[in-house]
Nanobody, 125 residues
Framework: QVQLVESGGGLVQAGDSLRLSCAASGRTFSVSAMGWFRQAPGKEREFVAA????????DYADFLKGRFTISRDNAKNMVYLQMNNLKPEDTAVYYC??????????????????WGQGTQVTVSS
């Protein structure tokens, strides 16, 4: 089973940028689609971005409007989420997730078998 550890969260001001990182361990990482989700207090976990096993094919939540970019480095077992022009409504715990041997992208949380512990992103106005 792939294990995931997120890092890179923090407190920033509106308009700033952050890059989240997700370190993965496990044999199936390089053949698995990866996703980023987020959960704000009192809200359900929502899809943010996903990349297929190669990183060539990606998908994003409509509300992002091009502000975030997902990428991966299979040689380093890493996945990244570059977040630009952050807004207060982006405040949430961000989670990295792995599809555990499934190469194609998914946007629903229950299709991901492994999750990290999350990293807090707080954007002040």
């Amino acid at each position: 089973q792939v294990q995931l550890v997120e890092s890179g969260g923090g407190l920033v001001q509106a308009g700033d940028s952050l890059r989240l990182s997700c370190a993965a361990s496990g044999r199936t990482f390089s053949v698995s689609a990866m996703g980023w989700f987020r959960q704000a207090p009192g809200k359900e976990r929502e899809f943010v971005a996903a990349a297929d096993w190669s990183g060539v094919n990606t998908d994003y939540a409509d509300f992002l409007k091009g502000r975030f970019t997902i990428s991966r480095d299979n040689a380093k077992n890493m996945v990244y989420l570059q977040m630009n022009n952050l807004k207060p409504e982006d405040t949430a715990v961000y989670y990295c997730a792995c599809r555990q041997g499934v190469a194609s992208i998914a946007t629903t949380p229950y299709l991901y078998g492994s999750w990290g512990q999350g990293t807090q992103v707080t954007v002040s106005s």
